[in-house]
């Protein structure tokens, strides 16, 4: 099994630009979350799933959209950056809501 | 609001040296997970406990919920445990509260 993989692991943008952080997971998880960690903070849940074609707004979830349309697949899409979504981004996986998550390597991101 | 807070904020030790890592929260939890944040980022949950203590290798982790407050111990430490260490809680059915973290560095 890979897990949870993330791409891409570093990337820059300007502000305006728009891109996708792709998340996948082979472990038939139905919960999936993503988190962005910043320096002197905790992990912020931004957008989750408890399964396809569900998902609901964490803690942090303005300038973000998710979508599941598969298991697997959960991408978050940043509308228009800004570079306070400077942060390095962790896609993880669990079986279901509140039991261990696995996480992905994480994508770091710069926003100029 | 929901808190969880760590202590220390950072801690060197030598080699061989027995760990503590402390984790308190403000009001009753569900659960509480302790986490190892590599330094080359990667994060791998450690532990998920409720009650008690679980071990695995030389790590331990114990909770006591009517003090509110939960320990990860490192037994024979090693240059490797080097890491960030992070506690979450699970308060009631809502979603992970993450401490700040515990950075560790072990002395060979």
């Known amino acids: 099994n890979a897990g949870v993989t993330q791409t891409p692991k570093f990337q820059v943008l300007k502000t305006g630009q728009s891109m996708t952080l792709q998340c996948a997971q082979d472990m038939n998880h139905e919960y999936m979350s993503w988190y962005r960690q910043d320096p002197g903070m905790g992990l912020r849940l931004i957008h989750y799933?408890?399964?396809?074609?569900?998902?609901d707004q964490g803690e942090v979830p303005n300038g973000y959209n998710v979508s599941r349309s598969t298991t697997e697949d959960f991408p978050l899409r940043l509308l228009s950056a800004a570079p306070s979504q400077t942060s390095v981004y962790f896609c993880?996986?669990?079986?279901?809501?509140?039991?261990?998550?696995?996480f992905g390597p994480g994508t770091r991101l710069l926003v100029l | 609001k929901n808190e969880v807070e760590q202590s220390p904020q950072n801690l060197t030790a030598q080699e061989g040296e027995f760990i503590t890592i402390n984790c308190s929260y403000s009001?009753?939890?569900?659960?509480l997970h302790w986490l190892q944040q590599h330094p080359g980022g990667g994060i791998v949950s450690l532990f998920m406990l409720s009650s008690g203590k679980k071990k695995h290798g030389r790590l331990i982790a114990t909770i006591n919920i009517q003090e509110k407050h939960s320990s990860l111990h490192i037994t024979a430490s090693h240059p490797r445990d080097s890491a960030v260490y992070i506690c979450a809680v699970r308060f009631g059915n809502e979603k992970l509260t993450f401490g700040t973290g515990t950075r560790l560095t072990i002395i060979p």
């Open positions: 799933s408890v399964g396809a074609g569900i998902t």
């Open positions: 009001v009753g939890i569900s659960a």
């Open positions: 993880a996986s669990s079986y279901e809501e509140g039991q261990t998550q696995y």
